[in-house]
């Protein structure tokens, strides 16, 4: 089983975006949660049947979805690994850090 957990914007659209790149390959999850917290959204996806680079090419497309901020893939009995992409934020924390 893979657990997809993905870090949106609280957009009105971003948990159809996230659905629809399932259904899009004929794929229902075992379970689907989604949780707001402030202005974004938390979404974990179980999936069970992908081999690895199935799940691996699903969780990139995720990752370029509009309002996507990071997936992170987990493989049952695995750390997560991460493919987030940078936000604003954590870009200007970077600066600050590095301007002492």
């Known amino acids: 089983m893979h657990r997809f957990r993905i870090h949106t914007l609280a ?6 975006r996230v659905v629809g790149a399932f259904a899009r390959r004929g794929i229902v ?3 689907l949660r989604a ?3 402030g202005d974004e959204c938390r979404i974990d996806a ?6 690895p ?3 691996a090419t699903i969780a990139a497309g995720l990752g370029e979805t ?10 049952e009995g695995t750390k997560p690994p991460s ?3 940078p936000t604003m934020q ?4 970077k600066e600050d850090a590095w301007q002492g």
């Not at 179980?46 to 081999?51: T, V």
């Not at 509009?66 to 493989?75: E, G, K, N, Y």
Request: no cysteine; aromatic share 2%; hydrophobic share 45%.
């Open 53 to 55: 680079q199935q799940a």
């Open 11 to 16: 957009d009105p659209e971003a948990l159809a």
């Open 35 to 37: 949780r707001r917290e």
């Open 29 to 31: 999850p075992l379970a």
């Open 83 to 85: 493919t987030e992409r």
């Open 46 to 51: 179980d999936i069970a049947g992908l081999s």
């Open 90 to 93: 954590s870009l200007m924390m």
């Open 66 to 75: 509009f309002t996507v901020l990071s997936v992170r893939l987990q493989i």
